[in-house]
């Protein structure tokens, strides 16, 4: 889906982002992402906030040392893994059992526990949505329609449909799959680097959604 239109954007993203914003979620309009605008991001094909997710992991652990941020945050946004399954599954598992690094914190030196999320304070977190993020892929830009960001991590992709349109929930998985790049994988239509990191998709269409895990 490209830019949409101010009646679009008031039919089909706005309800969704009005229901977020009640949820506790710090709305930003994608256009506010652009490389040029605020330094969030150098270039187009970056999908993780950087300085977002740098700024929550040293909230959460105020202990780290200037090398393990550096460490945490190389191993989150170039992880080694060949496929995108592969690369989903490592991060979910450094969600869930967190990221080991050695540190001295007055006992000797020794394996430390960095969490990307606080779990047990939720308001440690920062929950931000925003529509129309633009991003770069192999072949083609992608542009979802909401994206859900904690502490910079993409985690949740909402694509809302027109409901007036034929078949508005299967266009919005269609649209989905092609933004995995799980379509037509050989065309390389969308941006598999996105989904490395998410947890949840999302199609909806006014007030009905569907979930895709």
């Given amino acids: 889906m490209g830019i ?3 009646d679009e954007y008031d039919k089909v993203e706005l309800p ?6 009640k949820l506790g979620w710090i709305y930003i309009n994608g256009l506010q992402f652009t490389p040029a605008t605020n330094g969030e ?4 094909r970056e999908v993780v906030l950087e300085k977002r997710l740098a700024t929550a992991i040293q909230r959460i652990n105020p202990w780290i040392s200037d090398e393990n941020l550096r460490k945490v945050m190389r191993d989150v946004t170039h992880p ?3 496929t995108l399954m592969e690369a989903n599954q490592n991060f979910w598992q450094t969600l869930v059992n967190y990221q080991s690094v050695e540190q001295d914190l007055g006992k000797g030196r020794k394996g430390q526990t960095v969490k990307l999320i606080d779990f047990d304070n939720i308001a440690n977190n920062e929950f931000l949505c925003v529509n129309q993020f633009k991003i770069e892929g192999v072949n083609e830009n992608i ?3 909401i994206l859900l960001f904690v502490n910079g991590l993409p985690l949740a992709i909402i694509e809302a449909k027109s409901p007036y349109i034929t078949n508005p929930m299967e266009s919005g998985i269609n649209q989905l ?3 995995a790049n799980r379509r037509t994988p050989l065309e390389d239509e969308g941006c598999e680097k996105l989904f490395w990191y998410n947890q949840l998709m999302v199609s909806t269409h006014r007030d009905k959604a569907c979930l895709l895990y």
């Fill in 80 to 82: 080694l893994t060949a």
């Fill in 4 to 6: 949409v239109t101010s």
């Fill in 16 to 21: 969704a982002i009005e229901q977020l914003q």
């Fill in 177 to 179: 799959r092609r933004y």
């Fill in 143 to 145: 542009i979802p329609d």
């Fill in 41 to 44: 991001r150098e270039y187009f």
